[in-house]
């Protein structure tokens, strides 16, 4: 029943959401015969660096690459949770060749990165692909985020992933061949209430992408960009308790997709050779949406801040 107060905004948001619902649970349960080997024939043997690999959508990707074929080694901050998630990438390989390894590094620390580069280039012996998912978000009002905070996702989520980058660059660029995906998000290439730092690291990350696909294009080096919506990671459990209510309104109705889901649509992405990959339905929407109409787009969050700032009024 649609309750008081249901408008145009709020049917055309339900029936978009449930399209990415029922979208997704296709994606999950029934994964394409013929497309799913594909991607399985492009990775088998490959070897692969993810960054964030410990956690949430880096694991996810990691998990599944151990179980095509690929050599997989994993980068955090936290060795506990490196070594619980080299357990489970490990446990999921289909072949004893396969190598697998984790190094320490924080992405932010231009020395620890080109250090876990020679480790990761030695211990497997070369690099194909390699995935920047590390990343960190903390919403909150602009005026409240501390100088700390708010430098610290530029630091962490854009110079991180520009350092890893810029660290195998000369690899990729010798060896003439492979992959590199950078994460950005649905807020790489829209902004909303209350992710003014987070939204501003992700659209760094998009515009320095753009700039790497064609530096790297004369090279046969490929470049991908993935843009998550709302996952179920570790992640976005942390920043629910920070989210003001004005970004809650907005975001509310958006059902946050599996992990997994997002992997198998980042793997798929990139053993077809796209450039911009975005998983699930109402992201790919509002991608478009963003694209061709971007001022009924403003038009319908603007709606989503009014609504809500009334209603905190009303409260106080
Ligand atoms: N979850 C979402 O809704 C969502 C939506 C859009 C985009 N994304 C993006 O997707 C990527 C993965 O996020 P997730 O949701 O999978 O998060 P997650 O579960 O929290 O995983 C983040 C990973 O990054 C690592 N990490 C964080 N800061 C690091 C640093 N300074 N140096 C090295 N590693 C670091 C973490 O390990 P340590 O903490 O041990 O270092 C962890 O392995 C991020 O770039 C995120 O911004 C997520």
Redesign the pocket.
């Known amino acids: 029943m649609p309750r008081k107060g249901f408008g145009t905004l709020d049917a055309m948001k339900l029936f978009f959401c449930e399209g990415l619902i029922f979208q997704e649970q296709q994606h999950d349960e029934s994964p394409k015969t013929g497309s799913r080997r594909i991607t399985v024939v492009f990775f088998q043997g490959k070897k692969v660096f993810i960054?964030?690999?410990?956690?949430?959508?880096?694991?996810?990707a990691a998990t599944m690459l151990a179980g095509m074929g690929a050599h997989v080694w994993?980068?955090?901050?936290?060795?506990d949770?490196?070594d619980e998630?080299l357990e489970q990438i490990r446990a999921a390989a289909n072949s004893q060749e396969q190598r697998f390894g984790s190094v320490l590094?924080?992405?932010?620390?231009r020395e620890?990165v080109s250090r876990a580069a020679r480790q990761v280039l030695d211990g497997m012996g070369g690099l194909d692909i390699l995935v920047?998912?590390?990343?960190?978000?903390r919403p909150g009002y602009l005026h409240e985020l501390s100088d700390e905070t708010f430098d610290?996702m530029m630091?962490?989520?854009f110079m991180?992933?520009a350092n890893v980058v810029r660290a195998f660059t000369r690899h990729f660029m010798q060896q003439c061949s492979g992959s590199i995906v950078n994460?950005?998000?649905?807020?790489?290439f829209m902004g909303i209430f209350g992710y003014s730092a987070?939204a501003a690291s992700?659209f760094a990350?998009t515009g320095f992408s753009d700039c790497l696909r064609q530096d790297l294009l004369p090279y046969g080096v490929r470049v991908s960009v993935?843009?998550?919506?709302?996952?179920?990671?570790?992640?976005?459990h942390?920043?629910e308790q920070f989210k003001p209510p004005e970004t809650k309104a907005i975001s509310g109705t958006i059902k946050?997709v599996s992990?997994d889901s997002?992997a198998m649509a980042l793997l798929r992405g990139l053993a077809a050779g796209r450039y911009h990959i975005v998983p699930g339905f109402m992201n790919s929407l509002t991608y478009y949406a963003m694209r061709l109409v971007p001022w009924l787009v403003r038009m319908v969050i603007d709606a989503d801040l009014r609504k809500a700032r009334r209603q905190l009024e009303a409260d106080t």
């Open positions: 960054t964030g690999g410990s956690s949430g959508i880096g694991r996810a994993i980068g955090a901050r936290r060795q949770l490196l998630a590094l924080d992405v932010a620390d620890q920047n998912s590390a990343g960190i978000a610290s630091n962490v989520n991180g992933t994460v950005s998000s649905t807020l790489g987070y992700k990350v993935l843009f998550p919506a709302d996952t179920d990671t570790p992640q976005l942390f920043e946050a992990a997002v």
